[in-house]
């Protein structure tokens, strides 16, 4: 079946630093991938998306590829805010109506 | 306009005790999911309801879970006799249709405790 893989974390950056959190998924066919962010305290949100192979989603600074060939949809932001701190769940959508998602990846940035 | 909500945005309640917990989808989306998530976990998916009906219910943990939706909109988790590994937030979560390409709009939870 479909499946999602993340990185672990908590990732603990400092504020302006590089993020990037990885995400390589399994499924059958051509899914749909999604980031989506919870901010503490409250429920997820469609942080970014992509449909087809190589398109790139961005929103918020925070941009992911769909790469078909390595199978993988990191997402990447060039200078993360103590606002950015949040858990990141990559998800897949494709040949059900059930998505799938990663276990999520906590990001801390610290001023 | 009015996004997902749920209700109670809290609730304790002691083992053995039935609950009920409360998801108001976006109107007219025709799609709702729950999902529980458990401290540090992922999400874990319980059901999915398109309209009315409920095609997949395989993610009810056990016949202590049961939901209902109504007029294609209003939908009801139902925890009979909870148990302490119930203890979790519940998220709803609605969708203009199943499939693809569209994106689940969340509501903000129900956080469960089983003392």
């Known amino acids: 079946g479909d499946s999602v893989t993340q990185m672990e974390g908590p990732v603990t950056l400092s504020e302006e630093a590089f993020l990037t959190i990885n995400c390589t998924y399994t499924?059958?066919?051509?899914?749909?991938l999604f980031w989506y962010v919870q901010y503490p305290g409250e429920g997820l949100q469609l942080l970014l998306k992509?449909?087809?192979?190589?398109d790139k989603g961005s929103n918020k600074g925070f941009e992911a590829t769909y790469r078909k060939e390595t199978t993988s949809f990191h997402l990447e932001k060039g200078s993360v805010q103590v606002s950015d701190s949040a858990v990141y769940f990559c998800?897949?959508?494709?040949?059900?109506?059930?998505?799938?998602f990663g276990r999520g990846t906590s990001l801390i940035v610290h001023p | 306009g009015a996004g997902v909500s749920q209700s109670p945005s809290n609730k304790v309640t002691e083992k053995g005790k039935d609950v009920e917990l409360r998801c108001d989808p976006i109107?007219?989306?025709?799609?709702l999911y729950w999902y529980r998530q458990s401290l540090g976990q992922g999400l874990e998916f319980l059901i999915y309801?398109?309209?009315?009906?409920?095609?997949?219910k395989s993610g009810l943990p056990s016949d202590r879970f049961s939901a209902e939706r109504t007029g294609g909109s209003v939908s009801t988790l139902t925890i009979q006799r909870t148990q302490q590994e119930d203890s979790a937030v519940y998220l709803c979560?609605?969708?203009?249709?199943?499939?693809?390409?569209?994106?689940?709009?969340f509501g903000p939870g129900t956080r469960l405790t089983v003392l």
């Open positions: 979560a609605s969708s203009p249709a199943g499939g693809d390409y569209n994106e689940q709009f």
């Open positions: 499924a059958t066919g051509y899914p749909s």
């Open positions: 309801f398109q309209g009315n009906s409920a095609p997949d």
């Open positions: 109107s007219g989306h025709t799609a």
């Open positions: 998800a897949l959508s494709g040949g059900s109506y059930i998505p799938t």
């Open positions: 992509a449909t087809k192979a190589d």
